[in-house]
Every structure is written in structure tokens, then in C-alpha cells.
């Protein structure tokens, strides 16, 4: 088959989350399954263009925005192994003179321009694609502009990916008109109206308009068919019923593989096996131990003996559970633990807040927070780390605690989404534990359940036995990728 993967990230180019992940493993299994796949980006000025390899081949085609014709072209590459990818960018450079991602242009219009010049660039080219998958709300308006410019159905069968119903790109006809679209010449406009407010919304059209759409975990597919968590298109949801499935994320085990892993000072592995010999096991522990003492080194704070180091690598917004990841860091002391947190900060009151933190911990030779996007300290931070925080309120589907378990790094979660889909508790009576869950979100209950992980982590053979079955579980992309194939076939 051939694929266009349309999305605003992919990892490692322009990464924000969990969606530059997907996209680069997801993209790399459908080549390995033989499918032509062609993702497409915008062409940020943030990518490092010296990871990119030009394939020499650029197609220029017309698009139009805010009512006057522009050029447009889409370049061609290839990054990382052999994975293609093609950035769009305008002639006067839209994408490119801009240095962030997502901000880099108030609301929506940055991604309406994307959209539509995919579609003109589709028309101008005769691109005849099996799937065009969309991934978020960037991408969402995508079947519909195709149906505005064109007056005819697509004659692609279109995917629609959402990965976080908290962003539904809410806009307005004023932001539409900037590409071409009004209230007169959409086809059935109703279907852009947002549920709840007096505004339009992106996902909404995506959802309607696509063939088939997903999200990234089954449980969390459940969970935004009720009031609580969708967002107000809880209806359209479940109006849906086979229309909308979830498709648990996979991981890209060759990325975040610690065996072979250059970004962090040891690396590590099982050598691929379920029952590792003790010399294995003595060879996993002493790695992790000595990235620890690297990671703690470079940041000038001391390791306590006894204490495990409790990290935490994410967005902090609330979400992601941002005050019970700090309740728990205030804690350290009194539970004997270290902690780390890797966060990039949204805004200027968690800035503060974790600001606060750091200051705290470092007092007390008790850890530190650094706050940036950082994918290097990142992979450092959980090959050092014994056990792995994700309180989140709501997680569609969390990649962080799969990458976690891959780096035997014990994760504590919250029950909720993707996260319910993954990990088994200890102390559960069905299932293989890989780790450790509460399910009320509040202090408590979190404290609780670590203090029982730290019991676990003073029993070696327990603690190993867990790291074992969390490293060799298969989370790659291989199951994922034939459930995504289903659907590309109309077979789900
Ligand atoms: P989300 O997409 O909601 O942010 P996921 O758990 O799906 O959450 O994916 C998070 C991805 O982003 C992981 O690869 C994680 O390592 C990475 N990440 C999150 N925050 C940071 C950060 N501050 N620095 C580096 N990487 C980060």
C-alpha cells in the first residue's frame, strides 16, 4: 500500500511528545511490513537540517492563502535508517523562518496553510495514495478541504489518529476563510461546529469526515465516550461506534533500545533473554548503577546509598498529574527516596512552582529538576532511574512508562487510559506485574502505593524479577502495526 502519514512531529526532527514517536515507529514498522510510507511535516525552522540526507527532489505546485495565490513545495528526504520523510514549506519560507512548533503562529492558521497545500500539492502532483493518515487536530481539516477544492469525495482512504482529545483545535470560519473555506462552500458545515462552544472544531471534522478513526490506547477510547473525559464530543464519539477504535501505541524498540543506545554513558540489555543468568542481571544492575552516578555527577549531587532515584520525564501540564509528581519530590526525604524531573514548562506559574522544587531538593542533596525539552537527558534519565513516576489525570496512552519498563526502570502509574492498558501491578492476582498502580488522584494515594514499591525495591529478587518482565515484554510496533493494517484494509 502506499501511505501518506500527514502529521505536525515526528522524532527525532520535531518532537514535542509521545505523536513524534509514534510517527517515526509506526512509519519505520510499515516499511518493514513493505508498504511505502511518506511522512509528511511542515518544514520548521527548529529541524536539524543536518540529520536529514536530501533525495534530491522537490515538487513546487500553486496553493493560495489569505486570498492571494502563493508558491508552495514539498522537498524530499531521507533521515534516520532509510525513513523518507518530506517537509512543506511556502516559497517566502512560513514554516522555516519560524523556530518553535506549535506557537509559531497564533491559532490554527499555521496548520490550515499545511493542510490545504497538501491538498493542492496532491491535485497539482496526481498523488494517488491508498491511506492518507492524519494524525491530531493540525491535520484534521484535511478530508474536508480536499472535499471543498475538489467537489468530489477523496478517492484515498483516510485514517484519522487523534492522540490527545484535550487539544481540538478550536477555531473559527474567520481562521477557515484564511484557506479557501467559508460556511457556503463546505459541504455540510454542521459538521465543523463545535459541541459545546460557539466556535469551529478541527477534531470534530476530522472525525466526521474520515473513514475510519482511532485513538492511541482501548481503554482510553472507552474513557472519551463519557461526559467526564471527552472533551464535549463525547456524542460524536459514540455515535461513531465501530468507526472510532483504539489502537494501543507501539514503542520503537531499535530508538529506545538501552542495549544499543548512544546517549547514555553504559549501555545495557537481557541480550534477548526472558530467564537472564545472574552474571546478565549483575551486568544490567552495575550499568544502571554507573548511569546514575554519571547522571548525578554532571548535575553535582551526591548519591545517597539506599535511596532510589524516582524520576519523572514529561510536559508538566496538568494532565500529566504536575502537583501529585511535586507532592510526591516534597516527600523525598521522609520516604528516603532521590528524584529527578525532566519537564518542559508551559507557562510561568510551573516554572515557578518547580523552580521552587529544585531549590528544595538540591538543598537537600535530594535530586533536581530541570526544566527543558531535552531528548539526550532524557534517555539518561530513565536508563539512571530506579523507579519511573506517571500520575497522570488523563493519559490517552503514555510512552513514557513503556520506555521506562524497556530501560528496567519500575513505573508507578496511575490507573487511567493507556497507562491501565500497560502496566500490572505487583500485588495483582491476574497478569504478569510489571509495576505499580493507584487509581485515586490524590497524594495518598500515590504515596501509598510508592512505599510499596519501595518495600519491593529493598527485596532484590523481587525487584529484579519485576525489572525482567517489564524489559522483555513486547511493546514494539509490531502488534500495533497489523492492528493499523486492519484498518488501512477496512478489515477492523
Ligand atoms: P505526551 O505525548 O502527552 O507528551 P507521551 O508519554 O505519549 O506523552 O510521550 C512523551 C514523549 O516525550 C516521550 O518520548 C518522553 O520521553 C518525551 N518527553 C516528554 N517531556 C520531555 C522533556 N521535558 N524532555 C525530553 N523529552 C520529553
Known amino acids: ?157 483516510t485514517v484519522f489518529t487523534v492522540h490527545n482529545f484535550e487539544y481540538q483545535g478550536r477555531c473559527s470560519w474567520d481562521d477557515l ?48 465516550r463519557t461526559q467526564e473525559q471527552g472533551n464535549g464530543l463525547q456524542e460524536v464519539l459514540s455515535s461513531l461506534d465501530d468507526r472510532f477504535i483504539g489502537i494501543l501505541n507501539g514503542l520503537d524498540s531499535t530508538y529506545w533500545n538501552p542495549e544499543t543506545d548512544i546517549l547514555i554513558p553504559k549501555q545495557y540489555g537481557l541480550s534477548s533473554k526472558p530467564r537472564p543468568s545472574s552474571r546478565v542481571l549483575e551486568g544490567v544492575r552495575f550499568a544502571k548503577k554507573f548511569n546514575k552516578k554519571h547522571l548525578f555527577q554532571s548535575i553535582g549531587i551526591p548519591l545517597i546509598e539506599g535511596a532510589p532515584l524516582i524520576a519523572s520525564v514529561t510536559r508538566l501540564v496538568p494532565q500529566k498529574g504536575t502537583s501529585l509528581i511535586k507532592d510526591l519530590c516534597y516527600r523525598s526525604e521522609e520516604m528516603n527516596t532521590q528524584c529527578l524531573v525532566l519537564g518542559s514548562v508551559p507557562d510561568h506559574q510551573t516554572e515557578q512552582d518547580f523552580l521552587h522544587l529544585d531549590s528544595f531538593l538540591r538543598a537537600r542533596g535530594r535530586g533536581a529538576v530541570f526544566l527543558a525539552n531535552n531528548e539526550a537527558f532524557a534517555h539518561k534519565a530513565y536508563a539512571a532511574a530506579d523507579m519511573f513516576v506517571v500520575p497522570s489525570i488523563i493519559e490517552p496512552c503514555g510512552l513514557t512508562q513503556l520506555i521506562a519498563l524497556k530501560y528496567g526502570t519500575i513505573p508507578i502509574v496511575r490507573k487511567t487510559g493507556g497507562l491501565a492498558d500497560t502496566i500490572i501491578d505487583l500485588d495483582s492476582t491476574s497478569g504478569i506485574p510489571n509495576g505499580f498502580m493507584f487509581e485515586s488522584a490524590d497524594v495518598n494515594a500515590l504515596v501509598q502505593t510508592t512505599h510499596r514499591a519501595l518495600k519491593a525495591f529493598h527485596n532484590l529478587q523481587r525487584w529484579e524479577e519485576l525489572m525482567v518482565q517489564g524489559m522483555v515484554q513486547d511493546h514494539s510496533w509490531t502488534k500495533p502495526g497489523n492492528a493499523y493494517c486492519a484498518v488501512y484494509a477496512g478489515d477492523n
Open 1 to 157: 500500500m502506499e501511505i501518506f502519514q500527514i502529521s505536525s512531529e515526528i522524532t527525532p526532527l520535531a518532537k514535542v511528545g509521545g505523536l513524534g514517536d509514534v510517527l517515526m515507529g509506526f512509519s519505520r514498522e510499515l516499511l518493514k511490513k513493505g508498504h511505502s510510507v511518506l511522512p509528511i511535516i511542515p518544514a520548521y525552522g527548529a529541524i536539524d537540517r543536518a540529520q536529514l540526507r536530501p533525495l534530491n527532489r522537490e515538487e513546487w505546485f500553486d496553493s493560495r492563502f489569505r486570498d492571494t495565490p502563493i508558491r508552495a513545495s514539498l522537498s524530499y528526504y531521507e533521515f534516520d535508517t532509510a525513513l523518507p520523510v518530506a517537509l512543506l514549506d511556502t516559497e517566502d519560507g512560513f514554516f522555516r523562518n519560524e523556530k518553535t512548533i506549535y506557537d509559531a503562529h497564533d491559532g490554527a492558521s499555521a496548520y490550515l496553510l499545511f493542510c490545504r497545500a497538501i491538498v493542492d500539492w496532491m491535485i497539482a502532483t496526481h498523488q494517488a495514495p491508498d491511506i492518507v493518515h492524519l494524525h491530531d487536530w493540525p491535520t484534521a481539516i484535511l478530508p474536508t478541504v480536499y472535499q471543498t477544492v475538489t467537489k468530489q469525495e477523496p478517492p484515498f482512504r
Open 177 to 224: 476563510s484564511q484557506i479557501g473555506l467559508y460556511q457556503h462552500n463546505v459541504p455540510d458545515p454542521s459538521r465543523l461546529a463545535d459541541p459545546v462552544h460557539d466556535c469551529l472544531n478541527l477534531v470534530k471534522a476530522g472525525l466526521l469526515s474520515a473513514d475510519v478513526s482511532t485513538t492511541v490506547s482501548p481503554t482510553y477510547a472507552q474513557e472519551v
